[in-house]
Every structure is written in C-alpha cells, then in structure tokens.
C-alpha cells in the first residue's frame, strides 16, 4: 500500500428490510421512509414474493402486512418462522386482540395496527434488532425435567420423545423456566429476559406464550404438570424431583 494512502474500514452493511405489503399507498411511503434511515429496503408486493425475497437473502427485519392478495399474513409468518430467526414485525389494519395473540403465538417479534406513524415504526424497528442481536448464542447443556428435553444448541425439545415446533420466545421462554426449575420466576424478570427491557407491546403476551407451551405440553389449567402459576408474582417450572414418579 502507498505511504501516502491511509486504510479505511470497509463500509458497514446497510440494515436490510423486507416490507411484505400489497398496498402501493402504503409501501411506497414505507420505502421512502426507511430509506431515509439508511435501511436498504425490498418491497414485496405478495406472500410468495415475500417468502422468496427472505429466502434468496435474508434480511434483518420483516415488516409483514397481514392481509396479502395470495397468502394469508399468518402463514407467511409461520413458514418464515420454521426455518429462520429473523425479527418480524406484523401489520394489521385491525386491532382486535386475536389477532395480535395469533400473531404473536406463530413468531412474530412486535405488530403495528394501521395506521401508524413513521416514528413509532421506526422505534419498533430499531427495538427489535437490539432484542435480536442481544440474543445470546445458547451454549448451555441439554435439559432434561420430566418427559421435556431441551437442547440450547440445537434450539430444539421435545416432549414424550416427540419434538415440540416452538416460536423463538415460546422456546426461549421454556429456556427460562426449565433453567430455573424449582424457582418462582416473576413476570416482569421473564418479560425483561426474553423479551427485552425496551418492549413495547402488552404483557398479556407473557399470558399467550405461557399458554401455548402449556398446550405443547399437555398441561391442564386446573392442575398443570410443568408450568405453574403463582399468583400475583409469576411462573415456575416443576423440579425434577416433583416430577419423579
């Protein structure tokens, strides 16, 4: 290299965005807007379009509309889930509660009801990534309570020798409990754990996720077997000496 030449790093990668919106009126000042922020942003204007975009080269966050002209929100979201982490932020021109919960049960990170302001869209964003990269690569031994084996390596468990499909906080989420087996974990400790002390949503989707490990797991509401509640404070995962026998 010449005396006289000073080396610079190269460049940092533009954070990729994915906006899975058929609505032109809508992505266009999406686009506009993110780009703004220096995000190198992709519109797709379909649910398959959507899928390839995030298969062909997957991006930081996904920004995905609910109601798509070929397939359904959901299912879009879920097929992305089963084969990759990427933060996802559901669009809905609704704000009944049940789709949030849906939403939220099959993998999404956050969800925005139309019509929002760019600010907050842009909060949220940069919410999530932080969550995402905070996220720590899970080297812990594999866990075995009961009938319910864990593996932090693989990100996989099964139940009965059965594998269990978990979303990414429903698995981080059963993580923490079965970490602490025995200990009474508060709500606001697990929410702040796995879901980052910067959420912005309800903490009823503590409720949601608690819910539907316990369905995974063939737990009863009137007499679980793994998770319990303790009213007023939290959750607790039984020990494995409880579930001798």
Known sequence: MPADET????????????????????????????????????????????????RR?????????????????????????????VPIIMLTARGLETDRVVGLELGADDYLVKPFGMAELIARIRAVLRRSAADPAPLDDVIEIGDVRLDPRTRSATHRAEPLDLPRREFDLLHMLMTNAGTVLARQRLMDDVWGVDWFGSTKTLDVHV????????????GSRYIHTVRGVGFRFSSPEELQG
């Open 211 to 222: 819910a539907g490990l316990r369905r995974r797991l063939g737990d009863d509401a009137q």
């Open 57 to 85: 080269d997957e991006p930081d966050v996904v920004l995905l509309d609910l109601m798509l002209p070929d397939i359904d929100g959901r299912d879009v979201c879920r097929t992305i889930r089963s084969s990759s982490r």
């Open 7 to 54: 080396w610079m790093p190269p460049p940092a990668r533009a954070t990729r965005v994915v906006v899975v919106e058929d609505e032109q009126s809508i992505a266009d000042p999406l686009r506009s807007a993110l780009e703004r922020e220096g995000y190198r942003v992709e519109v797709a204007p379909t649910g398959a379009a959507g899928l390839e975009a995030v």
